[in-house]
């Protein structure tokens, strides 16, 4: 056996037992098929939201989690592929700048987000009324700012939640 497939043997295995320990319950009708990375899970509604904070309230009443928070660039790549997956638009995540523009906080623990990946032109803050972010699935996952309520335009969410 070479000791590559010994790794995928053992890390599958320690997979498997965590995997028993990890307790998220979701309603599969209600998503698209989630995703893992490292210790959490990824999930978009199939819902959509007219405000940024209903969006959050589904991900907390759906599987425990809340709109993804982007950390890492690594993190980021992992959401760009698999947000198009959805085939969806505009996705909700966490950030926003509604405290002081262009400095883009999350909405849970108001932490500084590092991690950008702006669509051309972006961030715009068109008429003053945008003041949190979406990933535009269409585009590669790339980011947006938008309104956090009020919108015609109704948004599902990616929402992320801690395994262990």
């Known amino acids: 056996m070479t000791s590559t497939a010994l ?4 890390l599958g295995t ?10 998220v319950s979701v309603d599969n009708a209600q998503l698209f098929t989630p995703t ?3 210790n959490k899970l990824y999930y978009v509604s199939k819902p959509s939201f007219a405000s940024f904070a209903d969006a959050n309230t589904w991900c907390a009443q759906n599987g425990g989690g809340y709109a993804a928070e982007i950390d890492s660039t690594e993190e980021l ?11 969806l638009d505009r996705i909700y995540i966490a950030g926003t700048d509604a405290q002081k523009e262009g400095e883009w906080l999350t909405q849970r623990k108001q932490s500084v987000l590092h991690v950008f990946d702006w669509s051309d032109g972006e961030p ?24 956090c309520d009020k919108l015609t335009v109704l948004r599902p969410v990616l929402c992320e939640v801690d395994l262990f």
Not at 7 to 10: A, K, P
């Open 14 to 23: 320690i997979n498997a037992i965590l995997a028993i320990e990890i307790k």
């Open 36 to 38: 893992a990375w490292r």
């Open 124 to 147: 715009n803050n068109t008429g003053g009324q945008e003041a949190c972010l979406e990933l535009y699935g269409n585009l590669q996952g790339r980011m947006n700012d938008c309104p």
């Open 7 to 10: 790794v995928f043997l053992l």
């Open 77 to 87: 790549w992992v959401l760009q592929q698999y947000v198009p997956s959805s085939k």
